[in-house]
């Protein structure tokens, strides 16, 4: 539609151009061939639109669309040179954003794209402004128009205009009257809106995995303790002489040179080990953990922080109590590497030592 618009308009620019007088020197059948051509050239064109714009569309409406979309086809070819020009712009703005060094070099390339670019701009800048301002002569009442408000572009405007300005807002092109779709600070307020909702969904998100992180951590816990618990029963069933105790899952891990009672001493340390680090975690988490319930949780859950704070508690009392048997682990781990794991040749054949 708006090549054959534009395409219209040649036409008429030729017709306008018949009348110049320089035209008088061609012979007469050169101007009534030339003539010929451009009145089937018009009437072609004209069966087309009619075909597929409607052949009983009202005359105001049909020049309506007709500017609108030759204002929108110039905003459009706008449009992409901003783009070019701020990504030619772009490392100048990082210079002077984030300090990001810009060589001599560089600034001289950037420079010379920005001025070979300008030309084009500057065209297609008065093309939009000669458009946009025969459209608002004719439609003065158009919804997005403000009285005394001067819209005409400059290159000046062009170059420091963000991408998702409102000047790009082309809803009155499509004929919608809203003021969500013409409005800009109806459109500014939809984008707000659009923002707080989608920060709602970030903090029911983050509320989310925050619900996870603490059901986790508050699960291992309540693993490992279980796990030590078993091995402190173990230890006791195995020190008892009268009877010997099944084997369990513990004695099938394979530990070679060591009796049943020092492999459980083993993992029994190991597990302690992995309590208090997991137990620092928890405790590095606690106060973040906290702040970010007050700020993402609903009122109803706080049965759930109850429980983490009575965790955070247990660990603080861990930390205690723990550290006693930790150092009684790892003193038996000493007597079980120093008497029975390493082997300090006082039983070596002689004849294996050489003399």
């Not at 400059?154 to 807002?169: R, V």
């Not at 173990?234 to 513990?250: A, G, K, M, N, V």
């Not at 609903?298 to 006693?324: G, H, R």
Request: negative net charge; glycine residues 4%.
């Amino acid at each position: 539609m708006v090549a054959m618009y534009q395409q219209e308009n040649m036409i008429e620019l030729l017709r306008c151009r018949l009348r110049n007088p320089s035209l008088s020197l061609a012979t007469e059948a050169e101007v009534r061939d030339l003539l010929d051509s451009i009145e089937a050239e018009s009437e072609k064109l004209k069966e087309e639109l009619e075909r597929l714009t409607g052949e009983y569309e009202p005359a105001e409406n049909a020049e309506e669309r007709k500017m609108c979309l030759l204002l929108w086809s110039a905003k459009s070819e706008l449009f992409v040179q901003a783009v070019h020009l701020r990504a030619e712009r772009q490392p100048l703005v990082d210079s002077k954003t984030i300090g990001s060094r810009l060589g001599t070099k560089l600034k001289e390339k950037t420079f010379k794209a920005i001025n070979n670019r300008r030309p084009t701009i500057d065209k297609l800048i008065t093309k939009y402004n000669l458009r946009y301002l025969q459209y608002r002569l004719k439609f003065p009442n158009r919804n997005g128009f403000e009285a005394g408000k001067d819209d005409s572009l400059t290159y000046e405007k062009l170059k420091t205009m963000p991408l998702d300005d409102a000047f790009w807002n082309d809803g009155f092109f499509y004929h919608c009257d809203a003021p969500w779709a013409v409005n800009p600070d109806v459109r500014e307020g939809v984008n707000c809106v659009l923002v707080l909702s989608r920060v709602q969904e970030e903090f029911e998100l983050i509320s989310q995995e925050l619900v996870h992180m603490m059901a986790w951590a508050i699960g291992v816990h309540e693993h490992i303790a279980k796990q030590i618990a078993y091995t402190q029963e173990r230890i006791s069933r195995l020190r008892d002489t009268s009877s010997e105790p099944p084997e369990d899952h513990l004695d099938r891990i394979h530990l070679t040179n060591i009796s049943r009672s020092d492999k459980v001493k083993l993992i029994q340390k190991e597990l302690l080990n992995r309590l208090a680090i997991h137990n620092n975690l928890v405790e590095e988490w606690s106060e973040n953990v906290t702040w970010l319930w007050g700020c993402c949780q609903p009122t109803e859950n706080q049965s759930f922080v109850q429980i983490w704070n009575d965790l955070v508690k247990q660990v603080k009392q861990e930390k205690l109590n723990n550290f006693a048997d930790l150092n009684n682990a790892e003193d038996a781990l000493e007597e079980i590497v120093s008497g029975e794991v390493v082997d300090d040749g006082e039983d070596a054949d002689g004849s294996w030592v050489d003399s």
